[in-house]
């Protein structure tokens, strides 16, 4: 195993966690600006209100996006079950 190879299987299970959690990270990102939006509108200051609307959204983008997320997961696992052989001989 040359130290390229190692490089490259952690770039490639990084790109993959990016790529896994990007949909569920943004979609809490555009919540919470829009509640402190929300927020900054009203004037309520309450800091727990921010929390509730992310974590539903976050569960919501968790359904939605699952499938997916489990296919590519499964699919960098597979790929790197199958390169085993070729990685340690």
């Known amino acids: 195993m040359t130290p390229d190879m190692v490089i490259k299987l952690a770039e490639q299970s990084i790109y993959t ?3 896994i959690a990007a949909p569920m990270l943004l979609i809490a990102l555009g919540v919470g600006l829009l ?5 900054a509108m009203t004037q309520i200051q309450e800091q727990t ?3 509730i609307p992310k974590i539903l959204a976050v569960f919501i983008s968790l359904v ?15 790929n790197l079950f ?3 052989p070729r990685i340690i001989g």
């Open 17 to 19: 966690i990016i790529i």
């Open 35 to 39: 509640v402190s939006v929300f927020q």
């Open 49 to 51: 209100l921010a929390f």
């Open 64 to 78: 939605v996006f699952g499938p997916w997320m489990l296919t590519t997961l499964l699919d960098y696992t597979r």
């Open 82 to 84: 199958q390169s085993l």
